[in-house]
């Protein structure tokens, strides 16, 4: 299982892009979801997540910006990001199923290989 982004790119400060994730092979319902970032030099950040019961959370550097949401019937996550800053310049993971016991990046299972957003000013 290999959750398969996209949507990533270049944009300039102030602008959008939307990031969709594919995960196949899983009950796509039934998993926690959520949307990591590593910028250069910098640890992984939780931008966004989605619980199976839709509990969403979102990191205060994004809350107001980027919507999270997901559509289970086709098994894919989306993060639409607003009024991209230079400083949301990173690579985004799309993750998922959470791991009871664990925390941080390692209550995921599993990872995509990430998608690249370059905000420029």
């Known amino acids: 299982v290999r959750p398969v982004e996209s949507g990533g790119g270049s944009v300039q400060a102030g602008g959008s892009l939307e990031l969709v994730c594919v995960v196949s092979?899983?009950?796509?319902?039934?998993?926690?979801v959520g949307w990591y970032r590593q910028a250069l030099g910098k640890e992984r950040e939780l931008v966004a997540s989605?619980?199976?019961?839709?509990?969403?959370t979102y990191s205060d550097s994004v809350k107001g910006r980027f919507s999270i949401s997901r559509d289970n019937s086709k098994k894919t996550l989306y993060l639409q990001m607003n009024n991209l800053k230079t400083e949301d310049t990173a690579v985004y993971y799309c993750?998922?199923?959470?791991?009871?016991?664990?925390?941080?990046?390692?209550?995921?299972?599993?990872w995509g290989h990430g998608t690249q957003v370059t905000v420029s000013s």
């Open positions: 993750v998922a199923c959470g791991r009871a016991g664990l925390s941080g990046p390692n209550y995921y299972t599993y």
């Open positions: 092979g899983i009950i796509f319902g039934a998993c926690d």
């Open positions: 989605i619980t199976s019961e839709d509990v969403f």
